[in-house]
């Protein structure tokens, strides 16, 4: 399994790399990038706890929703990310993510087997019994808030791919908007519940700053 940290000493931990630039480089690509977004209105009502639910049966059911919709983005560019057009799994030319499943120390690897084995890893867990019980009579792990932390971590690293390197892609097909619309709804629940340090999210940091 990918190692992982929760904290925002992240940044620097073995899977996650920012790259260092020398000083005269072009700036984020994505700072001045307008997030357009379908009309869903009332946000905070889709991603507030509803009155009586449980808090975790609340994060199960959003991660559940959140890995189905990166499926399908990542379903529909695909043809565009192939291990010749990616040949690493990277935000920009300024962070990088290698795997470290099953391997003795991180390797890099192309973003398309990267994501799939990543979201191949996160169904794997969604599946599990043990880990996301199907009845109320069944608890959950002690450590579920961690397994949770680490699944919308690595998400996220899906999104950031996205937008660096397939936003023409989705402007193409003509479906910029719902994966707009799927960030601004994985963020705003991110930003309520607190799930991802910081540090994490630096890759779209600019993009982040424009959703309320």
Same mark, same amino acid.
């Given at each position: ?13 073995? +899977? ?10 072009? #700036? ?8 357009? +977004? ?16 449980? *808090? ?31 040949? #690493? ?25 990267? *994501? ?21 009579? !069944? ?52 930003? !309520? ?20």
């Amino acid at each position: 399994m990918e190692k992982q940290s929760d904290t925002p000493s992240t940044a620097n931990s073995q +899977t996650f790399k920012p790259i260092k630039k020398r000083q005269h480089v072009n #700036r984020n690509p994505m700072a001045n990038y307008q997030l357009e +977004t379908i009309d869903v209105k009332e946000f905070n009502m889709i991603i507030t706890l509803p009155p009586g639910e449980d *808090i975790l049966e609340w994060y199960a059911y959003n991660v559940f929703d959140f890995h189905r919709q990166v499926s399908m983005l990542f379903s529909t560019i695909s043809e565009f990310c192939t291990s010749e057009n990616c040949p #690493r799994m990277t935000a920009g030319s300024g962070f990088k993510y290698l795997w470290s499943d099953g391997v003795p120390t991180p390797v890099e690897m192309a973003a398309p087997a990267y *994501i799939s084995k990543l979201l191949d890893l996160i169904e794997h867990q969604l599946d599990d019994e043990a880990i996301f019980p199907s009845t109320p009579e !069944k608890p959950f792990p002690s450590n579920f808030m961690t397994i949770i932390r680490n699944i919308m971590k690595r998400l996220f690293r899906v999104y950031a791919h996205f937008y660096y390197h397939h936003i023409e892609h989705f402007q193409v097909l003509q479906i910029e908007k719902y994966l707009n619309t799927s960030f601004r709804h994985f963020i705003l629940f991110n930003k !309520k519940y607190s799930l991802i340090a910081p540090a994490q999210l630096e890759p779209l940091r600019d993009l982040i700053s424009t959703i309320e």
